[in-house]
């Protein structure tokens, strides 16, 4: 079993910052590219910013410049670091990660439950 369980959501003032943390566990053979979602109410889930086993990354647009994205590989762990946070960088954040279990060859997409982030004053 592979499990994924994000940590540090919260409420915070906008202007102000949080850093999201992913741990990955289980039965894990190795890690591909892992990544943060985001799904505000009624809307559909979009990819915030993603990172390769060799630290290339990618950002949306609506991010770019605000957050950064980075992980431990011997920890099997990624983060999101949020900064100038915006009301409207509310949501549900999502961990994901390509995992390709022990005893496997196919990468698997994991998920983690995630985590609530709510930018208000």
């Known amino acids: 079993q592979v499990q994924l369980v994000e940590s540090g959501g919260g409420l915070v003032q906008p202007g102000g910052s949080l850093r999201l943390s992913c741990a990955a566990s289980?039965?894990?053979?190795?890690?591909?590219?892992m990544g943060w979602y985001r799904q505000a109410p009624g809307k559909q889930r979009d990819l915030v910013a993603s990172i390769t086993r060799g630290g290339n990354t990618a950002y949306a647009d609506s991010v770019k410049g605000r957050f950064t994205i980075s992980r431990d590989n011997a920890k099997n762990t990624v983060y999101l670091q949020m900064t100038s946070l915006k009301p409207e960088d509310t949501a549900v954040y999502y961990c994901?990660?390509?995992?390709?279990?022990?005893?496997?060859?196919?990468?698997?997409?994991?998920w983690g439950q995630g985590t609530q982030v709510t930018v208000s004053s």
């Open positions: 994901n990660a390509d995992i390709i279990p022990r005893g496997s060859v196919y990468f698997s997409s994991y």
């Open positions: 289980g039965s894990i053979g190795s890690i591909n590219t």
